[in-house]
């Protein structure tokens, strides 16, 4: 029962959009397994560019089924809007997109109560897109939350929002001083995307299941990145879900004995988006390192725009994460952007109030404290249109044999560029 995880390993904004997208033709079912619309996958092909929120990437493959499983917390604006822009690229969507019946919905009370935390919190402020995700998954474990199939009788709709409205009023008005909501309003709109979702809904759990028995091949795409689980990342500052490949079963619906393969997404070099500790970045180095690398590699949100923090690769924090993942391949990206620096710099150990390790400490105070302990490499020029490691600079081959030798995990393909065909399997 063959499935492939793809999962980013570091921060987010690895690169999985392309490489699901490479995937897909593979693959009979893509599915994405947790996060909401925070998450930003972008796809490059010819001279177009699209950015994905919710709908796995496999969706610009015909042939291709996509699934948006029980652990995603879905947007239902975000989502019509993307099922919309899609056709309108002349893409086929009903009949190739199933979303679970048992997904959760993000209400505009979510993102309101966020948002008014956020400024609440000021200084101390996580770093949230805003979207309403966090809030989401709070009222899913506390069972207050609304799914997909209450949209399908208004009377449940109505008490269980009325419920949630009240008191998200109460904190709204009573805590933060902000804006309150309309119930009445919010059931008429969520009353109308019950009828535009419908053709898409599904007990994806099911589907999924007979698929495998049936020998189908499935992809499931994880969102953000396995540094900012909410159990093994870099906690507080993490998002409200599992990226990790443990996510993939709770979040799907399948069985652990039915995954064969983990492809870990891995930067070339190390960014992250929002607050938290990052030990490799570089933030005011004389040389202008960090601006170069967020320049080059258009390093800015999908989703908000937002500048990433740059850095050097950190194989301390890889070596975790692939521990936490069992990863079976890696996948490279971006390692054009690195072409003409003059030296490349890799993080394999930390020291910690003197001392040095190799463990990555993913509680916040120890990780703070952790100064970088580098390898240095020598640079290459330019790696575009490299189709085999064979054509790569001799230096890029020894820093790429570097990181995998460091993981003890096989590179599987390596991205020298944007486009589909920028991209060689190895």
Not at 322 to 330: E, I, M, P, Q, R
Request: charged share 25%.
């Amino acid at each position: 029962m063959p499935v492939t995880i793809v999962i980013g390993s570091q921060w987010g904004d690895e690169g999985k959009g392309k490489v699901v997208d490479l995937l897909a033709p593979e693959m009979d079912i893509v599915a994405r397994y947790q996060g909401g619309a925070n998450a930003g996958h972008t796809i490059a092909w010819d001279d177009k560019k699209f950015v994905l929120h919710l709908i796995p990437s496999g969706i610009f493959h015909e042939g291709t089924t996509c699934v948006i499983g029980n652990g995603v917390v879905i947007d239902p604006v975000a989502l019509m809007k993307e099922i919309n822009t899609i056709k309108e690229l002349g893409f086929e969507v009903e009949g190739r997109l199933f979303i679970s019946h048992n997904a959760h919905l993000i209400m505009p009370y979510h993102k309101a109560v966020e948002q008014a935390r956020e400024r609440y919190r000021d200084a101390g402020a996580i770093g949230t897109t805003g979207r309403g995700i966090g809030p989401a998954y709070v009222d899913k474990f506390a069972r207050t939350g609304i799914r997909v199939v209450d949209l399908l009788d208004r009377d449940v709709l109505r008490r269980k929002l009325k419920d949630a409205i009240d008191e998200k009023n109460a904190i709204l008005r009573g805590v933060y001083d902000a804006e309150t909501l309309d119930v009445d309003q919010m059931i008429e709109e969520y009353v109308a995307f019950d009828q535009e979702i419908d053709p898409f809904v599904k007990n994806t759990t099911e589907y999924l299941n007979a698929a495998l028995k049936d020998g189908q091949r499935v992809l499931a795409e994880g969102a953000q990145g396995s540094l900012l689980d909410v159990d093994f990342g870099t906690y507080p500052f993490v998002t409200s879900s599992h990226p990790t490949a443990g996510g993939c079963c709770t979040g799907l619906g399948v069985p652990p004995t039915a995954v064969d393969r983990v492809i870990g997404i891995v930067k070339a070099y190390s960014t992250r988006v929002g607050n938290g500790p990052f030990p490799t970045e570089l933030d005011g180095d004389p040389e202008g390192i960090g601006q170069k690398l967020r320049d080059v590699g258009h390093e800015y949100g999908a989703t908000t725009g937002r500048p990433r923090r740059c850095g050097w690769l950190d194989l301390v924090a890889l070596r975790y994460t692939t521990a936490v993942n069992g990863f079976t391949d890696l996948a490279i990206t971006k390692l054009d952007v690195l072409a003409g620096l003059d030296e490349l710099k890799v993080c394999t150990r930390y020291r910690i109030d003197g001392k040095e390790t190799d463990r990555f400490p993913n509680d916040l105070a120890t990780l703070e404290r952790a100064e970088p302990v580098y390898e240095t490499f020598h640079g290459f020029g330019d790696v575009t249109g490299a189709d085999s490691l064979d054509a790569l600079p001799a230096t890029a081959r020894d820093y790429l044999r570097f990181a995998s030798d460091f993981l003890d995990v096989p590179i599987a393909m390596v991205s020298t560029g944007p486009k589909r065909s920028e991209t060689m399997m190895v």
